[in-house]
């Protein structure tokens, strides 16, 4: 199966995820936080027929919609509570989730918790000081000053991601800014050991989508990425596999992080 690809490398990341799986042969996926089940679950379930996939996410909308349009066989949809607590999987994927939880080094324990014994775990996660997150604070900041709001007026454009397929119909902004240091020093913490690694693409986000839409642009956008250093990437992917017990760490945001965690919370009403 080949997903079209766009500004965020969503077929780039389709690959990576399928790459793991041709090398692992898995027989069961979870996918937690899964939104709409468009990105990456009903495609996996629908390339990968005779794995079992499983997606997961808190959010009762995101999960309506996935169960009343996800058909596949080898496909379910479950909310955190219906998911056994002693159950474990071959892959474990959280894609896009990781900025979103308070408490990523206690996310991360959860998630080697569902591995199988040499299972994998596979996490995508945007660059906290990329193109993407700046483009984000750009946009925050013209939507609290109220400019965005007369910019919408004159022109009604909305971009989505190629198609009218919704990721996720959760209101959950960014909350964690992640340098790629800081994602080294918590994935030791949790005893993960990085196997494979590749940058999704270096251009996305407010307004710069709308720059990167003929087709040579989108490729060129992922294919750079593999050439530039890990710091241009706006997306990291990585696969990991857990060779030790997790340390007790404590995570605390830095002064940036959490500065951009309350304007975010501002701008999308979150208490």
């Not at 997606?55 to 909310?79: I, K, M, T």
């Not at 159950?87 to 990523?104: G, K, M, N, T, Y």
């Not at 030791?188 to 690694?197: F, K, N, W």
């Amino acid at each position: 199966m080949s997903l079209p690809e766009d500004s965020y490398g969503r077929a780039k990341r389709f690959d990576f995820v399928a790459a793991t799986i041709m090398a692992r042969r898995p027989r069961d996926i979870l996918d937690i936080g899964c939104g709409a089940g468009t990105q990456l679950t009903a495609p996996l379930a629908e390339a990968f027929p005779g794995i079992a996939v499983t997606g997961v996410d808190q959010d009762a909308r995101s999960l309506a919609w996935a169960r009343a349009h996800g058909a596949a066989r080898n496909l379910s949809f479950l909310a955190p509570a219906e998911l056994a607590p002693d159950r474990r999987f071959d892959l474990v994927i959280a894609s896009e989730v990781l900025e979103h939880v308070a408490d990523p080094m206690t996310f991360l324990n959860q998630l080697t918790a569902r591995l199988a014994p040499g299972g994998r775990l596979v996490l995508t996660i945007p660059n906290g000081y990329g193109v993407f997150e700046w483009m984000a604070l750009a946009e925050v900041l013209l939507n609290l000053t109220g400019i965005q709001a007369v910019l919408r007026r004159l022109k009604r454009r909305r971009h989505d991601h190629g198609d009218n397929l919704p990721t996720t119909l959760a209101n959950s902004p960014h909350v964690n800014f992640f340098s790629f240091g800081e994602l080294d020093g918590l994935f030791t913490a949790a005893g993960l050991s990085v196997e494979r690694y590749r940058a999704r693409t270096a251009l996305c986000g407010y307004l710069v989508d709308n720059l990167i839409r003929h087709d040579r642009l989108v490729a060129w956008n992922a294919r750079i990425a593999d050439r530039l250093p890990v710091w241009c990437a706006s997306d990291w992917m990585f696969e990991l596999q857990l060779l030790r017990p997790a340390r007790a760490t404590a995570w605390r945001r830095g002064v940036w992080a959490s500065w951009r965690k309350r304007l975010n919370e501002r701008r999308w009403g979150i208490a």
